[in-house]
């Protein structure tokens, strides 16, 4: 039994999905069950992060479990506390999705979110792995109501370039780690085969739709403020705008060959998925 938290978020449901399609036996766990869609044949279970209870069940009886935390300082502890519930539980394996960047000191405190997380998963004194992605393809498809609307994407990272990978590559590094301790010890640095800008990936887009798409800086003080209005605490949108300076002074700029190390192929471009996903920026 495997145990995915996070089941029906990105990274989540996809790792569900690629376990489910090779008849590994699956718990998904998910605030609303009922609303979850995922493959037939998967235990679908309810289980809150802030619940204890919910989540030791969650955990019972599985041998590996896969570790989604939540974004932000107010998560800090709680990814610390899922981890715990699973060693407590008796799961021997345990796969951390953290963040590329995390312990930066350029980041500043955003940098710290999952560090809490990884070291409770580094001293649970079962086998474990960290993944440490860099930015999803997928985070391109918050442009899909503008470009629909022909209006312009936003750039918050200047000239700044990011090794941009597919969310299915991260989710079958998980897979793999998941169901052996081949990786176990290691921290996993996953990007895509390219350094891209937004430019760059507005313009693969752009060739894949047909269409022109134009670009549009933000800086960084309006970012902020779009932030705040949204609803978002201070310190998230400190932590995002930190986030997004390091990658404008290049600082996410990094290339690595973990995920073709793990998978025994280069991971997939920004291209393909652009391709893949084409449906979901037209109307």
Do not use: C
């Amino acid at each position: 039994m495997i145990v995915i938290t996070g089941a029906t978020g990105t990274i989540g449901s996809a790792v569900v999905r690629q376990l489910a399609a090779r008849e590994v036996k699956v718990r998904a766990v998910t605030r609303d069950p009922e609303a979850a869609q995922l493959p037939e044949g998967v235990e679908v279970v309810r289980g809150d992060y802030a619940d204890t209870d919910s989540m030791a069940a969650a955990f019972e009886g599985a041998e590996a479990a896969f570790i989604v935390g939540l974004l932000g300082p107010e998560f800090v502890e709680l990814d610390r506390a899922l981890v715990n519930a699973a060693r407590a539980a008796g799961v021997r394996r345990i796969v951390k999705l953290s963040a590329i960047g995390t312990g930066e000191p350029e980041l500043g405190r955003v940098g710290t979110w999952h560090l809490a997380g990884e070291q409770a998963v580094r001293d649970s004194g079962v086998a474990w792995t960290i993944l440490r992605p860099s930015s999803f393809a997928s985070n391109t498809l918050s442009w899909s109501p503008m470009i629909q609307a022909g209006q312009a994407v936003p750039n918050l990272t200047g000239d700044g370039t990011q090794g941009v990978i597919d969310p299915r590559d991260v989710a079958a590094v998980a897979v793999e780690t998941l169901l052996s301790d081949t990786h176990s010890g290691r921290i996993l640095t996953l990007t895509g085969p390219d350094l891209l800008t937004t430019r760059d990936q507005a313009a693969a887009l752009s060739a894949v739709l047909n269409r022109p798409i134009e670009v549009a800086d933000i800086d960084q003080d309006r970012a902020r403020e779009f932030m705040l209005g949204a609803g978002m605490s201070e310190e998230f949108a400190d932590g995002a705008s930190a986030g997004q300076a390091f990658v404008r002074a290049g600082g996410n700029a990094i290339v690595t060959d973990d995920v073709e190390r793990v998978l025994g192929r280069a991971p997939g471009t920004y291209a393909a998925w652009a391709r893949d996903h084409a449906a979901a920026f037209t109307s």
